[in-house]
């Protein structure tokens, strides 16, 4: 670690020139993420409103189970998605494993729990707030399910976020289902494993940095904007 | 407002997916991390890509892994250091025929200090029974890979069971050879390396190379084409073609031409 | 739009209704017929039960015993579709004043223009011409209730129930709120409204249903109940005395 710094400059400099190949990588890590918590969201966020309102048997057994799914470990998660995409697994001939879409794939089923029980917490309370007024006016239960994931807009951005932040920084299953290969499913935290057993501490601090930087930008511009969503919208609630 | 911020969103989201996955004949190559780590492929490869137009997808993880994946019909080439098992792999009927490709060899590194004294020696076994008798720490692969295959085969010829101090002197990671290094850099151990992941490797800290040169150090790398008649998939010419050009004259002369610090690292030997 | 005749006909009843909790009658009305045009007011102490009569009306409690009946048949879906409730506390999606009248205007499948024509029309009854745009959860006490009998009347009513819709305002907003409800009343909406103010039960109503201890005291006439009670609980009510 003797050139620790020239290391790291050398590291940033590749970044702020624009080094294509650093940025194929960046860009690769934004599009899987971004791509898996839109899918995350399109099934998480009905799942999780529907959960808030529904009654059913089995429903607080279907939240904790659901809670619990948060914290699935990504290798378990790269396993299970590595075995049902292999070519011996049962979706094997969608030809998907070691391709980008497999890592949206295991993000999309890391992040489904995260975006759903955290809209669930959203909604139950408002579901509350709106349970007569929405009855009285003769929407069900489940037909209340749009209206609540709107009127919960401003605070589903914050299930949005920690989704996105779960993804971007995932390692253990995007490398089992991508490969780490090269030019294909090399993402930033792919990167730094690489990196980081090829010895080259100071780079792949360098790339952490930049995942840092993103997660902080991506962070910092959706909240800016619901934000004055906020001011403008939710000044007296 | 809210609409401005879901605008922004799809945009931003437009701009990052939109230029479609990248679409060309490929083939996948299992492979092992020290022809990954060491660069190697790197440096090969494209000359193979250029002249066929075929991209070459490299997975790198240990033998063993590579085997597994390989036998599930993850792949269409595999390429790995473990001959018996290599050579297993195609009696099961998983691939078609094992072809010698290159070697390269193990070298064991340790501390400056080297409390074992085993520096400057020649002879695997005798320094691996030193680091035994002054349990001095060891940190091994402990992941089933080819690495690790071949370190267990020369504790067993020198007659020691290491496992038997596991979490003593003798540390299994259950990693690959880099982030294995990484931690007998950290902690001033003894490890056994192949020696293109050695040479490209950027945390040496106080380890140096202090047995090299042992005949029975010698790492054969063989090259297979996974069998298509138990999985029709596998994109069998595209592989043969690549086994080919790595056997054939330009392969070989693009491995021989491969330096790490001003050395040869792979020696090709395929067809001797 | 409705003309009084057939107005006339909607005819509200409880019968044998029983609300429990926990094995304590919070509600009981061997009968309560509501017939009249209106508007009829229903008065009481906080607890008496005023509020969960008007929830069993419209249908958002199911009683433990009893049933509601509109026009001789129990209370069913069609029913509570023609009648809206506003609560004491302006329940206001979080969206735009102007998107709020249009959420319930969309669900009865009125079309874009005339959503559009009628949502201008309805902000100039509740005098929120200009704040179309402006977030519901944004208005004052005041705007914020006539915005939630807006909306109610934008479902075009035949019965409109209100929960104590003023006990939370000042005198001058409690006025528009009322000249609110007596205009929807002239246009032949049937108003039944919950309130413990005297006063206001004088100045709207035309007929009073008494409530103590979940019990419905005296109904009749708002002149003969307000003036001339029947019972001694309605007396000591109007007198301001202490009711247990």
């Known amino acids: 670690m003797h050139d620790f710094a020239s290391e790291f400059s050398k590291a940033l400099s590749l970044i702020f020139e624009g080094d294509s190949e650093l940025w194929a990588i960046v860009l690769l890590s934004l599009r899987v993420s971004m791509f898996a918590v839109l899918i995350a969201a399109i099934i998480g966020m009905p799942v999780g409103a529907a959960l808030a309102v529904a009654r059913f048997p089995g429903r607080r057994v279907m939240i904790v189970l659901m809670n619990a799914l948060m914290g699935l470990p990504p290798v378990v998660v790269g396993l299970l998605v590595y075995l049902m995409l292999s070519r011996s697994g049962p979706l094997g001939v969608l030809e998907l ?51 609540l994931l709107w009127d919960a807009r401003v605070a589903l951005v914050t299930a949005l976020l920690a989704g996105f932040g779960r993804a971007i920084a995932e390692v253990g299953a995007v490398i089992i289902v991508g490969g780490n290969i090269n030019h294909v499913t090399r993402v930033m935290t792919t990167t730094i494993a690489l990196e980081t057993s090829k010895g080259n501490l100071a780079l792949a601090l360098a790339l952490g940095a930049i995942l840092i930087g993103i997660a902080v930008a991506v962070n910092a511009m959706v909240s800016t904007l619901s934000l004055r969503a906020e001011q403008e919208g939710l000044r007296h609630a | 407002m809210f609409r401005d911020c879901i605008l922004a969103a799809l945009v931003t989201l437009g701009l990052v997916v939109g230029p479609a996955w990248a679409e ?46 390989a ?15 290599e050579e297993k792999f195609v009696a099961d009927g998983w691939g078609v025929e094992r072809f010698d490709l290159m070697y390269n060899d193990f070298i064991l590194v340790g501390p400056k200090s080297d409390p074992a004294a085993v520096g400057g020696g020649a002879d695997i076994l005798t320094a691996l029974t030193a680091i035994e008798a002054a349990e001095a720490p060891f940190v091994s692969r402990g992941d089933d890979s080819g690495t690790h295959k071949a370190e267990m085969g020369h504790w067993s010829a020198a007659g020691v069971d290491p496992t038997d101090a596991s979490g003593t002197w003798y540390r299994e990671t259950g990693s690959g050879m880099g982030a294995t290094l990484n931690v007998a850099s950290g902690m001033d151990a003894y490890a056994l390396t192949d020696r293109a992941t050695w040479l490209s490797f950027g945390n ?49 002369a693009a491995i021989a031409s491969y330096m790490l610090d001003g050395q040869q690292v792979f020696f090709p030997n395929a067809g001797e | 739009m409705r003309d009084l005749v057939s107005e006339m006909t909607t005819c509200l009843k409880a019968r044998e209704l029983q609300v429990q909790s926990n094995g304590k009658t919070l509600l009981d009305v061997p009968e309560l017929i509501l017939d009249g045009p209106g508007p009829t007011l229903i008065l009481g102490p906080n607890g008496s039960g005023k509020s969960l009569l008007l929830r069993c009306l419209h249908g958002l409690i ?32 979080r969206r735009s004043v102007a998107a ?20 201008v029309e309805l902000l100039g009854e509740g005098g929120l011409e200009g704040k179309s745009r402006q977030s519901a959860r944004s208005l004052s006490g005041g705007e914020a209730q006539r915005l939630a009998i807006l909306r109610a009347l ?29 205009r929807a009343s002239k246009k032949g909406v049937r108003i039944v409204m919950v309130t413990h103010d005297i006063g206001q039960a004088r100045r709207l109503a035309s007929d009073v249903v008494m409530m103590q201890a979940g019990n419905v005291v005296e109904h009749g006439p ?7 009670p029947k019972t001694e609980a309605s007396r000591r009510y109007l007198a301001g005395g202490l009711i247990t």
């Open chain 2, 24 to 69: 060309e004949p490929f083939i996948v190559v299992q492979s092992t991390t020290s022809t990954q780590n060491s660069g190697l492929l790197d440096f090969i490869l494209p000359g193979f890509e250029a002249e066929t137009g075929i991209e070459v997808r490299v997975v790198a993880v240990g033998t063993g892994q590579a085997i597994r994946n």
């Open chain 3, 222 to 228: 708002a002149r003969q109940v307000l003036t001339a």
């Open chain 2, 71 to 85: 036998v599930n019909g993850d792949g269409d080439v595999l390429m790995v250091h473990s001959k018996p098992d």
């Open chain 2, 204 to 252: 040496k800290g106080s380890l140096e190379v202090l047995v090299e040169g042992d005949t029975r150090l010698f790492n054969q790398y063989g090259v297979i084409l996974v069998n298509p008649t138990t999985h029709p998939h596998v994109r069998a010419n595209a592989g043969q073609r690549f086994i080919d050009w790595l056997i054939g004259p330009d392969g070989q």
């Open chain 3, 154 to 182: 934008a479902l075009n009513p035949e019965t409109l129930l209100l929960d104590e819709p003023t006990s939370a305002l000042d005198p001058g907003a409690t006025q528009m709120i009322e000249r609110m409800v007596l």
């Open chain 1, 97 to 147: 494993l070691y391709t980008p879409n497999a890592m949206i794939l295991a993000q999309v089923v890391l992040v489904t729990p995260i975006i759903a029980a955290l809209t669930r917490q959203v909604t139950e309370m408002l579901a509350e707030e709106y349970s007569e007024q929405l009855r009285s006016l003769g929407v069900s239960r489940l037909s209340s399910v749009p209206v």
């Open chain 3, 100 to 119: 709020n009248l249009d959420f319930v205007l969309r669900r009865q499948g009125v079309g874009w223009t005339n959503r559009k024509r009628r949502i």
């Open chain 3, 62 to 93: 199911t009683p433990n015993r009893g049933q509601v009946t509109q026009d001789g048949t129990s209370l069913n879906s069609d029913h509570k579709a023609r009648q809206a409730m506003v609560f004491q506390q302006p329940v206001l999606l």
